[in-house]
């Protein structure tokens, strides 16, 4: 085995293990009622009382790493501007599911384009093919061309995807971030989904706006069992985004463990520089000085009775 190769893989496990570590000390701390502050009042209150100062230092941090961590999960998992819509759309798809409780799925009337995209989402098969029976375009989409097979996918409704192919949906059809079924799989996760629209003939190495292939958004959410099938399909393993970052930069800077050894084992370049003139080594190198100070604060833990 290459000696970067052995090097860098070696540095992902020790630092996955001591993320395990250092999560265990936080849910211990948590039980005790020690790092977190759950709110305003909470924080006003305990602020009266005497507080050790590496206790009110480890807490401070706690407090940064949480609110970095959640605005990251929502940079990755909510896709811009467009996910208000379908934040709402979900909404109306649960109430839906709620009012229609016992009655059959398919309506009466004509399926409206509403109707048709909520079923897409909901797996609401009779749906969907009433509206196609109907005459109705398998490419309808909303307002911002996020169409039913983005939604099918996204969901891992393998039957629908199958039928709006069928019925002559795009495959390649892009919503307004340029983004294609094949992101939206996996995005979600949905291997059945992705092997659907690879069998269909759907490019694997395609790219969004950000210039971000399936591998990087499969990277970014965390889904490593779609990694492990876009590697073994050959995909370019190096492509680079619109920052130059590569799927290697992103798994490393997300924390994506497995992601990052499938990886490297895989054969991807840890010596491509992204725009900001970093590579992949450098980032983990980066690891390593940050695993120093994770060491350092679990001392600083066990000094006050957390560890």
Same mark, same amino acid.
């Given at each position: 085995?290459?000696?970067? =190769?052995?090097?860098?893989?070696?540095?992902?496990?020790?630092?996955?293990?001591?993320?395990?570590?250092?999560?265990?000390?936080?849910?211990?701390?948590?039980? #005790?009622?020690?790092?977190?502050?759950?709110?305003?009042?909470?924080?006003?209150?305990?602020?009266?009382?005497?507080?050790?100062?590496?206790?009110?230092?480890?807490?401070?941090?706690?407090?940064?790493?949480?609110?970095?961590?959640?605005?990251?999960?929502?940079?990755?998992?909510?896709?811009?501007?467009?996910?208000?819509?379908?934040?709402?759309?979900?909404?109306?798809?649960?109430?839906?599911?709620?009012?229609?409780?016992?009655?059959?799925?398919?309506?009466?009337?004509? =399926?409206?384009?509403?109707?048709?995209?909520?079923?897409?989402?909901?797996?609401?098969?009779?749906?969907?093919?009433?509206?196609?029976?109907?005459?109705?375009?398998?490419?309808?989409?909303?307002?911002?061309?996020?169409?039913?097979?983005?939604?099918?996918?996204?969901?891992?409704?393998?039957?629908?995807?199958?039928? #709006?192919?069928?019925?002559?949906?795009?495959?390649?059809?892009? $919503?307004?971030?340029?983004?294609?079924?094949?992101?939206?799989?996996?995005?979600?996760?949905?291997?059945?989904?992705?092997?659907?629209?690879?069998?269909?003939?759907?490019?694997?190495?395609?790219?969004?706006? #950000?210039?971000?292939?399936?591998?990087?958004?499969?990277?970014?959410?965390?889904?490593?069992?779609?990694? %492990?099938?876009? #590697?073994?399909?050959?995909?370019?393993?190096?492509?680079?985004?619109?920052?130059? $970052?590569?799927?290697?930069?992103?798994?490393?800077?997300?924390?994506?463990?497995?992601?990052?050894?499938?990886?490297?084992?895989?054969?991807?370049?840890?010596?491509?520089?992204?725009?900001?003139?970093?590579?992949?080594?450098?980032?983990?190198?980066?690891?390593?000085?940050?695993?120093?100070?994770?060491?350092?604060?679990? %001392?600083?833990?066990?000094?006050?009775?957390?560890?």
């Amino acid at each position: 085995m290459d000696e970067d =190769v052995l090097w860098t893989t070696t540095v992902v496990d020790r630092r996955a293990e001591m993320d395990k570590r250092e999560q265990k000390r936080r849910e211990r701390a948590r039980k #005790l009622g020690i790092l977190l502050v759950d709110s305003p009042t909470e924080s006003t209150a305990r602020s009266n009382e005497p507080l050790n100062p590496s206790i009110a230092n480890i807490q401070a941090e706690e407090r940064v790493r949480k609110i970095s961590f959640e605005l990251r999960r929502e940079i990755v998992d909510l896709g811009g501007v467009e996910n208000i819509s379908e934040l709402r759309l979900r909404k109306k798809i649960r109430k839906q599911r709620a009012d229609s409780s016992g009655q059959s799925d398919v309506p009466e009337g004509p =399926v409206g384009r509403q109707d048709f995209l909520i079923a897409a989402a909901s797996g609401k098969i009779k749906v969907i093919e009433k509206f196609l029976e109907d005459g109705g375009d398998p490419n309808t989409c909303d307002e911002f061309r996020k169409s039913a097979l983005h939604r099918a996918a996204f969901q891992g409704h393998v039957m629908i995807i199958k039928r #709006l192919l069928d019925k002559g949906a795009d495959i390649n059809f892009q $919503d307004r971030l340029d983004c294609t079924a094949l992101h939206w799989a996996c995005r979600g996760g949905r291997l059945e989904a992705l092997k659907i629209l690879q069998g269909r003939g759907a490019n694997l190495n395609i790219r969004d706006k #950000l210039m971000s292939t399936p591998l990087h958004v499969a990277t970014r959410t965390g889904h490593s069992e779609v990694v %492990e099938h876009l #590697l073994a399909s050959g995909v370019k393993i190096n492509a680079q985004d619109r920052e130059g $970052d590569t799927a290697l930069h992103d798994a490393i800077r997300l924390n994506r463990y497995k992601i990052v050894k499938l990886l490297i084992l895989a054969g991807a370049d840890m010596k491509l520089k992204n725009a900001e003139g970093i590579t992949a080594i450098e980032q983990v190198k980066m690891w390593q000085f940050d695993t120093k100070e994770m060491l350092e604060k679990l %001392e600083q833990m066990k000094k006050v009775g957390l560890a």
